[in-house]
């Protein structure tokens, strides 16, 4: 099956700094990739969407200057938490779409926790 | 908005006991919806898809059956294994633009 990959898989931070966190599509190419947060004994929720060399489009209430998303090539998608703050302490998930399947592929996720 | 449900509370079952999940949607119809393993600290791993026009689909010891008068998903597993304990999502897939709405997810435990 495809394989996605996120580094790292986890992250301590302090407050105030920024974080990248990538998400890779190892095996196939990847227009679209997806990034959720989900918090302990929630939902995925989704965060934004990360279309190759466009900008990416935020679901209601994320901030876009917070959580800068580039998606520069086919295989690969950025995240940066900028002025992270302890709220931002979560578990960041990112996918991945394979068209030809019309399935989307998870990454393992990165735990960051923000001190 | 698009609401999707899933029974919060943890299914404890024994081994070798068929376990069923249920996953409801409000205000939405659906191309199809799938079914995710997650486990603790993991990404979710896909697991089934079943399109609006099948009402049922199956996978080795897995079943999931979709019916959109009733705006449910049903998801079995049959034989039940200690390995199978998880939390399991379901997710509607929002049509057009692939994006999905996941429910809480149910956490199954089987006891040996």
């Known amino acids: 099956g495809a394989v996605v990959s996120q580094h790292p898989s986890w992250v301590i931070c302090k407050s105030g700094t920024s974080v990248k966190i990538e998400c890779r599509s190892l095996?196939?190419?990847?227009?679209?990739m997806f990034w959720y947060r989900q918090f302990p004994k929630q939902s995925l929720m989704l965060m934004a969407t990360s279309n190759e060399g466009s900008k990416a489009t935020y679901e209601q209430g994320v901030e876009k200057d917070k959580f800068l998303i580039n998606h520069a090539s086919l295989t690969l998608s950025t995240l940066t938490v900028t002025s992270a703050h302890p709220e931002d302490s979560s578990f960041y998930i990112c996918?991945?779409?394979?068209?030809?399947?019309?399935?989307?592929?998870f990454g393992p996720g990165t735990r960051l926790t923000v001190t | 908005s698009q609401k999707i449900e899933q029974n919060s509370e943890a299914l404890n079952i024994q081994e070798g006991k068929t376990a069923t999940l249920t996953c409801n949607y409000t205000n939405y119809s659906p191309a199809y919806l799938q079914w995710y393993r997650q486990d603790p600290g993991r990404g979710p791993v896909f697991l089934l898809l079943?399109?609006?026009?099948?009402k049922e689909k199956r996978k080795e010891r897995l079943k999931v059956t979709f019916d959109t008068t009733l705006k449910q998903s049903l998801f079995h597993i049959t034989a039940s294994q200690p390995a199978d304990s998880a939390t399991y999502l379901c997710a509607l897939v929002r049509r057009n633009t692939g994006k999905l709405i996941f429910g809480q997810g149910t956490t199954l435990q089987v006891k040996p």
């Open positions: 095996d196939f190419q990847a227009t679209t």
């Open positions: 996918s991945a779409m394979d068209r030809a399947l019309n399935e989307q592929y």
């Open positions: 079943i399109r609006e026009n099948e």
